[in-house]
């Protein structure tokens, strides 16, 4: 529109747009490394070593925890050879 370059910063519009996009990506950049080495000393802590090692545990639990049996028996028989549910509709009646 025409305005006196001493009200703004002298700079198009383009111009400026394209120096908020440069800021913007180095503060994206900051952020990402300094969330590395957040997630690094976490890691690093007792906090973060208890933390993995119950998601070991925890993943081993349900490792051995999975025998072949369903969690949920509906109605029926089931079938171990081919791990399906046969259902006897006479138990409905």
């Known amino acids: 529109m025409g305005f006196c370059d001493c009200f703004g910063s002298g700079l198009s519009k383009q111009e400026r747009l394209e120096e908020e996009r440069i800021a913007s990506e180095e503060a994206r950049a900051k952020a990402s490394e300094a ?20 998601l070991a545990a925890m993943a081993k639990q349900s490792v051995s ?7 949920l028996k509906p109605f029926g028989r089931w079938d171990e050879r081919s791990r399906l549910c046969l ?5 409905f009646l």
């Open 65 to 71: 925890s999975d025998k072949g049996e369903p969690v």
């Open 35 to 54: 969330a590395l080495r957040r997630q690094e000393q976490f890691e690093q802590s007792a906090q973060g070593r208890a933390a993995r090692a119950q």
């Open 87 to 91: 259902f006897d509709f006479n138990c």
